[in-house]
């Protein structure tokens, strides 16, 4: 009997915990170019979710297994002539889609085919829970910080959604770099936590004007470079409140979560502001990033972040454990508000999920 593993399969678009299913399939065999690879952690990302909802930058085939970004666990085998990391190696999988034109793989399963181009080598003493998490949220923010902004020491830059992981990796990656940081956060409770994290500055949209925080925080020569991922009218009070010639990089839309109205799915902008004050609103997307940069780019960027992971400049939060069965509530869970950590599918053993 040919070997199978567990995956989680989206039947059809819809609510995750409504289509997903689980079930045993056909462990695949390796082509050229390819490594089969055991999957030992990978995160659920809101992503993920839009993915499933059919309300993301690309669409699945269904049904279709999911988890369409990254994931930590070992190679088993090697393609045909195939050169890259050794059996046994301990690896990242940036499974994120290039678009256009890549090829989806869902995460979410005991075992995967890969493109031996997208594995990275990962030191032993980077957790599972970590190391599962290395190719979106680090590497969103080491390219929104150092290539789309090329933010300068002594500078300020503007954020929305600190307290995300991006947010936090921003604030780390930003005090390693001497760059400043502005960080917008939505909840009073949270003010604290940020500066305490790192945050040179806090504005809580909860019961703080944004604009004149900005203006009261930088002073006349103001604020040049923001990223927001929160987008609808907090995205466009972001812009507002750059100085002239300030350009915002727009990576998500939190504002809108759940996607359910498109019509809401605006950032509405003062035109005088961008046209008077020739301010740029432009967006970032990893998908994207990836079917522009060569295989080599990108794992050099992605070695990058393992470094800054490494070396503790960045550190990436624990995130909580589910086993696979347990999809309907890690998914409630990604969407509760004030969550705190990251879901993540951790696969061991029947015996080590039943502990979870
Ligand atoms: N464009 C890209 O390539 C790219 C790559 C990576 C990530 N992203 C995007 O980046 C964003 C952050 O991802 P993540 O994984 O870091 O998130 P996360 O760790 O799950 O954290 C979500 C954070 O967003 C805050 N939040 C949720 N809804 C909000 C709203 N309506 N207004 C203000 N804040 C809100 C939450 O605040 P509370 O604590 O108050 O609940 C929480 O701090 C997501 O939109 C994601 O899709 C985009």
Same mark, same amino acid.
């Given at each position: ?13 819809? =609510? ?13 065999? /390796?082509?050229? $170019?390819?490594? +089969? ?38 190679v088993t085998a090697l ?13 990242? %999988? ?17 075992? +995967? ?35 789309? +902004? ?59 004007? +944004? ?33 002239? $010639? ?15 109205? /498109? ?8 035109a005088r502001s961008v ?20 295989? =080599? ?9 393992r470094r800054l992971v ?14 696979? =069965?347990?999809?309907? =509530? ?14 993540? %599918? ?11």
């Amino acid at each position: 009997m040919s070997p199978t593993l567990r995956a989680l399969v989206a039947v059809e678009a819809g =609510e995750p915990a409504d289509v997903l299913r689980l079930e045993s399939r056909p462990v695949p065999a /390796p082509g050229a $170019g390819q490594a +089969l690879m055991r999957v030992s952690a990978t995160p659920i990302h809101a992503s993920d979710l839009h993915v499933l909802r059919g309300r993301y930058g690309f669409s699945l085939d269904f049904p279709a297994v999911g988890g369409h970004m990254e994931c930590v666990g070992r190679v088993t085998a090697l393609g045909p002539d195939t050169a890259g990391p050794e059996v046994g190696e301990r690896v990242v %999988f940036a499974a994120i889609p290039a678009v256009p034109g890549g090829h989806a793989v869902g995460t979410w399963q005991e075992y +995967l085919v890969a493109d031996t181009r997208r594995l990275l080598p990962v030191p032993d003493r980077l957790s599972d829970f970590s190391a599962c998490q290395l190719a979106v949220n680090p590497l969103t923010a080491l390219l929104l910080v150092t290539r789309e +902004l090329d933010a300068e020491p002594g500078e300020w830059l503007l954020q929305t959604a600190a307290g995300s992981t991006v947010g936090r990796l921003i604030i780390q990656l930003c005090r390693h770099l001497g760059v400043r940081t502005i960080n917008v956060v939505r909840r009073r409770d949270a003010v604290e936590e940020i500066k305490a994290f790192g945050g040179d500055a806090v504005i809580c949209t909860e019961d703080e004007d +944004l604009s004149r925080r900005v203006a009261e925080i930088a002073g006349p020569a103001g604020v040049r470079k923001a990223v927001d991922c929160v987008a609808g009218p907090v995205g466009a009070q972001v812009s507002q409140a750059l100085a002239p $010639g300030g350009e915002v990089v727009v990576y998500g839309a939190l504002s809108t979560h759940r996607q359910t109205d /498109p019509a809401a799915l605006t950032i509405p902008l003062q035109a005088r502001s961008v046209i008077y004050e020739t301010k740029t609103v432009r967006g970032f997307w990893l998908n994207r990033w990836f079917g522009i940069a060569s295989p =080599e780019d990108a794992l050099r960027a992605l070695s990058q972040v393992r470094r800054l992971v490494a070396d503790e400049v960045l550190s990436i939060p624990q995130g909580r454990p589910f086993p696979l =069965e347990r999809f309907a =509530e890690a998914v409630a869970f990604a969407e509760t508000p004030a969550h705190g950590t990251k879901p993540l %599918f951790v696969l061991r053993d029947d015996q080590a999920n039943e502990d979870m």
